[in-house]
């Protein structure tokens, strides 16, 4: 993982009503959180501009806020909601570490207190789109929309949509196809479940491998992530031998290097032509 600076807010307390007992949600109590903000804060102490950082200030007081206008069950649920909006607030921020405490945890016996600590950050994934049937490209721009629309996803990038010939041999038309740059706080399977939900959406039907197809989303890479499961392999399986991926994908990520093979998309485009 990169190296990131920190700010730190150690140990704000706030009034509020979370948990799973009535008398929690009705009278509330006492919680503490404690926080890791993960940025570059090389600009900031360069010139010492405050919208260069991240003001821990505003952050206390959109915790306190957040914390008091919200309620959960579970502090795991308030800690990662919390966490989600923290890092959609604040774009500067890359990550964050938190711990929330609860000090007054009606377990019955002598603790200092219950808490729950999560880690989460900012993923950046390529994805290749491809659709052969219908309005291909009402297909693609959907595809973008709704990722966009998703509020654990940003759309950084997209390449131009390209006409390719069909892959695998089964006689069908021609695809459009197209890359894009997604920031995204979803893990890879929760990625993978999003865009098979997006095919769905999109009349998605898997009959014929490599057949016809309205609405195509793969993960082609994941940060730096190398793993294999039975539904998701990371870095796509075949992405150095396909020109209908590596010429979009080098249009928006030219020097992003294979994690396996250790080339560019370049080098690859290049060595495929």
């Known amino acids: 993982m990169r190296k990131y600076d920190e700010i730190h807010i150690e140990n704000l307390e706030f009034f509020a009503r979370h948990g799973v007992f009535p008398e929690e949600t009705k009278l509330g109590q006492k919680f503490t959180v404690s926080l890791v903000m993960y940025m570059n804060t090389r600009r900031a102490g360069l010139s010492d501009e405050l919208d260069a950082s991240v003001d821990y200030g505003t952050v206390s007081h959109f915790i306190t806020e957040y914390m008091r206008n919200n309620t959960y069950q579970l502090i ?6 919390l966490v989600r909006e923290l890092l959609l607030q604040f ?7 938190l711990e929330l405490k609860k000090p007054w945890a009606p377990i019955g016996l002598p603790v200092e207190y219950a808490s729950v600590k999560i880690s989460r950050f900012w993923h950046k994934a390529y994805l290749g789109m ?38 695998g041999g089964v006689e069908q038309d021609d695809f459009l196809n197209a890359c894009l740059l997604l920031k995204t706080q979803l893990s890879p399977e929760e990625l ?34 190398v793993m294999e499961n039975d539904d998701l392999i990371i870095p796509h399986v ?23 093979y250790k080339k560019t998309v370049s080098q690859m485009l290049e060595e495929l032509n």
């Open 130 to 167: 491809g659709s052969n049937m219908g309005d291909k490209k009402a297909y693609l721009d959907f595809a973008v929309e709704r990722l966009n629309q998703d509020k654990d996803c940003i759309v950084e990038k997209v390449s131009d949509y390209l006409v390719t010939e069909p892959y």
């Open 91 to 97: 774009p500067l921020l890359e990550g964050i570490d």
């Open 238 to 260: 075949e992405m150095h031998k396909r020109e209908f991926v590596l010429k979009p994908l080098s249009e928006i990520a030219p020097n992003i290097r294979h994690p396996i």
């Open 192 to 225: 993978l479940d999003k865009l098979h939900e997006i095919e769905q959406e999109a009349h998605r039907e898997r009959i014929i491998r490599w057949g016809p197809r309205t609405l195509d989303l793969d993960i082609l890479l994941y940060d730096d992530v």
């Open 76 to 81: 795991e649920a308030a800690a990662e909601n």
